[in-house]
């Protein structure tokens, strides 16, 4: 289970948070994933690769691109 830690000031508000960078990471991809699906583009895009069934290895990819 993840560890949530709470900051409060003097008169005991909420004022942050402290969250492991697991789920800090999981909520940061779930933002910018909701982000790019409000675009019918983006939407389109994302939806097209994930359905995707042909393409090249990483390592391929990498050496074509000279990295």
Known sequence: ???IQYISDDQDNVT???VPID???EIKSE???AY???SAT?????I???NRKEGIPFDKACEDLGV
């Open 23 to 25: 789920l800090w990471k």
């Open 42 to 46: 983006m939407k389109k895009r994302l």
């Open 1 to 3: 289970m993840n560890h």
């Open 36 to 38: 790019l699906l409000k």
């Open 16 to 18: 942050g948070v402290i």
């Open 31 to 33: 933002k910018e994933t």
């Open 48 to 50: 097209d690769a994930k």
